[in-house]
T-cell receptor
Framework: DGGITQSPKYLFRKEGQNVTLSCEQN?????MYWYRQDPGQGLRLIYY???????QKGDIAEGYSVSREKKESFPLTVTSAQKNPTAFYLC????????????FGSGTQLSVL | GNSVTQMEGPVTLSEEAFLTINCTYTATGYPSLFWYVQYPGEGLQLLLK?????DKGSNKGFEATYRKETTSFHLEKGSVQVSDSAVYFCALRVDYKLSFGAGTTVTVRA
């Protein structure tokens, strides 16, 4: 079955540590996105990528980094510069410019120890 | 910039009651409008969409009409079920960016 896989489901970060969230899709989608979900604040766009080897900052990119070396993969690194990383992170993909439909993964809950 | 404003929750209803969740938007250009639903423990799923003014999106008994004159996309369902308990997100899309509202938690009691 085609879809988006996020891992791990739960992740814990120690102070000063970088952690990487995985997002893989086998939908052959060009565009991929990372959102952060906080209670009462909806979804905020962190980074997005329209095509391999290209990515753009979203609304809250500070403290995060991404790469897009392969079409099917868009990992998100939460760096130590992100002072409030505890949140639910959602990855999504779409076919690209002509698409109006996003497919979402099941999310990763990141917590600080 | 683009933004979406949803009515605040939580909303608690009895089964078979009528549900309305208000959504208004601000956008440059001509956005497409969406409703997503998030069931407990799951990711977001597209519920319905409308791509131009006066379009009506519908799915699973839910409906929403794209009203350009009032910049609104209110979600309605005539008779809710316990299984409709979820968080509902209104969203708009311009180019590559999808902007979401804060979400409205709906709880339906038997």
């Amino acid at each position: 079955d085609g879809g988006i896989t996020q891992s791990p489901k739960y992740l814990f970060r120690k102070e000063g540590q970088n952690v990487t969230l995985s997002c893989e899709q086998n939908l052959n989608h060009d565009a991929m996105y990372w959102y952060r979900q906080d209670p009462g604040q909806g979804l905020r766009l962190i980074y997005y990528s329209q095509i391999v080897n290209d990515f753009q900052k979203g609304d809250i990119a500070e403290g995060y980094s991404v790469s897009r070396e392969k079409k099917e993969s868009f990992p998100l690194t939460v760096t130590s510069a992100q002072k409030n990383p505890t949140a639910f992170y959602l990855c999504a993909s779409s076919t690209g410019t002509a698409s109006e439909k996003l497919f979402f993964g099941s999310g990763t809950q990141l917590s600080v120890l | 910039g683009n933004s979406v404003t949803q009515m605040e929750g939580p909303v608690t209803l009895s089964e078979e009651a009528f549900l309305t969740i208000n959504c208004t938007y601000t956008a440059t250009g001509y956005p497409s409008l969406f409703w997503y639903v998030q069931y407990p423990g799951e990711g977001l799923q597209l519920l319905l969409k409308a791509t131009k003014a006066d379009d009506k999106g519908s799915n699973k008994g839910f409906e929403a009409t794209y009203r350009k004159e009032t910049t609104s996309f209110h979600l309605e369902k005539g008779s809710v079920q316990v299984s409709d308990s979820a968080v509902y997100f209104c969203a708009l899309r311009v180019d590559y960016k999808l902007s979401f509202g804060a979400g409205t938690t709906v709880t339906v009691r038997a």
